[in-house]
């Protein structure tokens, strides 16, 4: 989907809500949301206010049945299990989630991945599903590159860079592969660090402190957002400047973050819930990838960092400065 039509279809959302429902009043709507985060969850408020927009008001024409296990999609099993018997009219799966929606043929499901939706099984190709899922995906592999040259020019004696990684992501090598390609243009060595699943991060993580890096490029998922605090706080003790996809990371005491605003990817999602809702199938509807991107910097960090951020343009182009 082009930059054009998102927004075509965002302003559409606010303008015209009443008109969205207007033929079906009279039905009450159930939506299952599934996540592995924890409340409070801007991704829900994001995807609540979409609702909204349309001219659903929970209560009335729509019920948000909330179903979380926090970093274990596996306990949403008998969750999926309920879905399959198809009473309910959609889910929406906020993450790794997903994975626990996999079998689930008999209603539409809702995907937000920062993953490979095609990889995973979920969809046929982003332009045209085939099935009962679609939804929107994260993965970009020009924001691999980018993060790598934001880096270089706050940082322009940068020559080491370690890049730590969950190997169980889907999409993972394709990030990699673009992130190795960009930093070896730039005269920049990367250093792979993976790790694979919550079982194993910890030891990777401390030899991350052990390859002499100047720097740390995260790579997003759910793991690594789960302990974004942790990885920011190390990144910290190791006097490592830290680069991640999304603006959370930063929020938690990361550097930079350049990626899609996923509350707004989150806001978006719910008109494709509406089309959905309103007879369309999801078969038909192209996974959606964000167009527009933020820039935000934690001048905090950078301070405590002695890194000098007015030398460079980059707080110019900053959409938000955490301060």
């Not at 940068?158 to 990684?165: D, G, I, N, P």
């Not at 550097?255 to 007879?279: E, H, M, P, V």
């Amino acid at each position: 989907m082009k930059r054009r039509d998102f927004i075509a279809l965002m302003g559409a959302a606010l303008a015209c809500p009443a008109a969205a429902l207007a033929q079906n009043q009279a039905r009450v709507y159930r939506i299952y949301w599934l996540s592995t985060q924890a409340q409070p969850d801007p991704f829900l408020d994001g995807f609540r206010e979409g609702l909204r927009a349309k001219g659903y008001v929970e209560g009335r024409n729509v019920v948000l049945e909330l179903h979380y296990a926090i970093g274990n999609p596996q306990a949403l099993r008998e969750v999926a299990s309920e879905l399959r018997r198809g009473k309910v009219d959609l889910a929406v799966s906020s993450g790794p989630a997903t994975r626990a929606m996999t079998a689930v043929a008999e209603v539409p499901v809702l995907f937000a991945l920062s993953g490979d939706p095609v990889e995973l099984g979920l969809v046929k190709s982003l332009g045209e599903p085939g099935g009962n899922f679609t939804g929107s995906t994260f993965l970009s592999l020009d924001l691999a590159g980018k993060r790598v040259e934001l880096l270089k020019e706050v940082l322009p004696n940068l020559r080491k860079l370690a890049v730590f990684s969950n190997a169980n992501h889907p999409g993972e090598q394709s990030e990699w592969r673009a992130t190795r390609e960009a930093a070896q243009k730039l005269g920049v060595e990367p250093i792979y660090v993976p790790f694979s699943g919550a079982s194993e991060f910890d030891s990777p993580l401390e030899k991350v402190g052990q390859v002499h890096a100047d720097a740390l490029l995260v790579f997003p998922d759910v793991l690594t957002m789960v302990h974004r605090a942790k990885i920011a706080d190390f990144a910290m003790a190791h006097r490592l400047p830290s680069m991640f996809g999304w603006s959370e990371y930063c929020d938690a005491g990361g550097l930079l973050s350049y990626g899609a605003n996923q509350r707004a990817t989150y806001f978006w999602l719910a008109t494709y819930a509406d089309r959905i809702l309103r007879g369309e199938k999801p078969a038909d509807l192209p996974v959606f990838q964000p167009t527009r991107f933020e820039l935000v910097v934690n001048l905090r960090t950078a301070q405590r960092l002695g890194i000098d951020l007015d030398k460079s343009s980059i707080l110019f182009r900053a959409n938000r400065v955490i301060e």
